[in-house]
């Protein structure tokens, strides 16, 4: 029986390894694509050219005309702006940029181009903090 159970485990050390292999070989791929092939969002004055796809990088035009909608979400680094549109959605983080500055650049042009307003400070507030502030304003 001891016998039968080193050989399966065997099997299963080596469906490790190669598992491993597989992924490591994928991940070698994937950072020699991202240092080979540039992906640049490109805004002009029609549209937003965002690059999408795998392994073949293809270009999505997004014109502003057709944003039905632009939300932003997170804090910080983590800040995303999901822009709407009748064709499916498009993310844009504020990570893809050296700094903070440029993603809120990017998007008051985007909020300009497509005439959506949108404040400065747009941040979902958590349930939480939603019903301390109700609670807050009883005492008031």
Do not use: W
């Amino acid at each position: 029986m001891f016998y039968l159970a080193r050989d399966f485990a065997g099997v299963i050390f080596d469906c490790l390894i190669a598992l491993s292999v597989v992924f490591g070989i994928f991940g070698v791929i994937m950072l020699a694509r991202r240092l080979l092939f540039s992906r640049m969002l490109e805004l002009t004055d029609e549209a937003i050219l965002y690059p999408r796809g795998f392994p073949k990088t293809r270009i999505i035009i997004v014109p502003y005309a057709d944003i039905l909608r632009i939300v932003n979400h997170g804090e910080g680094d983590q800040t995303v702006l999901t822009a709407v549109t009748g064709r499916g959605t498009f993310a844009i983080t504020a990570s893809y940029f050296k700094k903070v500055e440029n993603y809120h650049a990017v998007k008051d042009f985007i909020s300009t181009k497509s005439s959506i307003a949108m404040p400065r400070n747009d941040r979902r507030e958590s349930p939480k903090e939603t019903l301390n502030k109700a609670e807050f304003s009883n005492f008031n």
